[in-house]
Every structure is written in C-alpha cells, then in structure tokens.
C-alpha cells in the first residue's frame, strides 16, 4: 500500500522554524515529484512548494520565497521543508502528496497520493 507519512509539524513562535519531513512507504519517492500544500479551515488548499524527483526543478509559492526551502533525500525516501522567518499566517495543516514530473506545481489536482497531514502552528 503506497503511503505518505508527514511529522515535524509543532506550536512555534513568530520568527521561528521547523523541519517537515514527509516519508514514503510501500513504494519509492525517486521516481515522483513532490508537493508540500497546506490549508486552514477557512481556506482552500494551497500550493507551497513542490521538488522534481531529480531535486532539479523547485517551485515555491510567492508567501513563502526566501523563507522555505524544500529538499529530498531519494537514499532516505524522504522529502523536507525547512520553513524559516515564520509568521501566524503560516498556520495550517501542511500536506505532502506525490505526482509525476511532467505535471507538478502548485495546484492539487495533479497528485495522486496524499498524506494525512501535520499541523502547524505559529503563535506567541
């Protein structure tokens, strides 16, 4: 069964950081890009940043450039978000869900598997 596992999420203060990392199991993440999303209640799910399966194409939603970087670790079946400088407005359940090269982004329609999500919380 091919499954996404997202941890890292916590309660931080503004200014913060964290390190999300998402974990594939039941099949390989080499061969797929992947996507970081995140939504709150009152919002509609939202693109944050997305690797190529080779780590040669990174994309990042304008909220979070110079703050966020994303990175994989094919050896580790692992993909990171280090998110830095990070605001209230950052707050939100953040997903990881994987698709092929030729159709990532930011929009979720493309993705075919999802994680359960992790939350974030960034508050004083």
């Known amino acids: 069964q091919k499954q996404l596992v997202e941890s890292g999420g916590d309660l931080v203060q503004p200014g913060g950081s964290l390190r999300l990392s998402c974990v594939a199991s039941?099949?390989?993440?080499?061969?797929?890009?992947i996507g970081w999303f995140r939504q709150d209640p009152w919002k509609e799910r939202e693109g944050v940043s997305c690797?190529?399966?080779?780590?040669?194409?990174?994309y990042y939603a304008d909220s979070v450039k110079g703050r966020f970087t994303i990175s994989r670790d094919n050896a580790k079946n692992t993909v990171y978000l280090q998110m830095n400088s990070l605001k209230p407005e950052d707050t939100a359940i953040y997903y990881c869900?994987?698709?092929?090269?030729?159709?990532?982004?930011?929009?979720?329609?493309?993705?075919?598997?999802w994680g359960q999500g992790t939350q974030v919380t960034v508050s004083s």
């Open positions: 690797i190529s399966s080779s780590a040669g194409t990174t």
């Open positions: 869900a994987a698709t092929g090269d030729s159709v990532m982004g930011l929009t979720p329609g493309p993705y075919d598997f």
């Open positions: 039941g099949f390989t993440l080499d061969t797929y890009a």
